[in-house]
């Protein structure tokens, strides 16, 4: 988790919140959160990211779409990354 940036802790973030998110699903929620657009040139890239180092997983639902969900070590990533946090804001 050190190595990445705050924007693709929260894709992960939002993508353990729902059950197999889609990339627009993921949008929508970061574009309330940030309450600004955010572009495809700057969504799917760090999708990919995550992807290549293993945090999470791209499926397919048909052939335009694909849906993202968290593997084994981005829930373990997750969990200590909560763990650290509570050092420092309690809650």
Do not use: C, S
């Not at 889609?22 to 929620?29: D, F």
């Not at 052939?63 to 946090?85: I, Q, V």
């Amino acid at each position: 988790m050190y190595d990445l940036t705050g924007f693709q802790r929260d894709l992960l973030y939002v993508i353990a919140g729902k059950e197999e998110p889609h990339g627009l699903a993921i949008k929508e929620e970061l574009e309330a959160y940030y309450e600004k657009e955010i572009h495809h040139g700057r969504l799917y890239p760090n999708l990919d990211t995550l992807v290549d180092k293993g945090l999470v997983e791209k499926g397919q639902r048909d052939r335009r779409t694909n849906f993202y969900t968290l593997t084994r070590r981005g829930k373990r990533e997750l969990d200590a990354r909560k763990e650290w946090e509570a050092q420092y804001v309690p809650q």
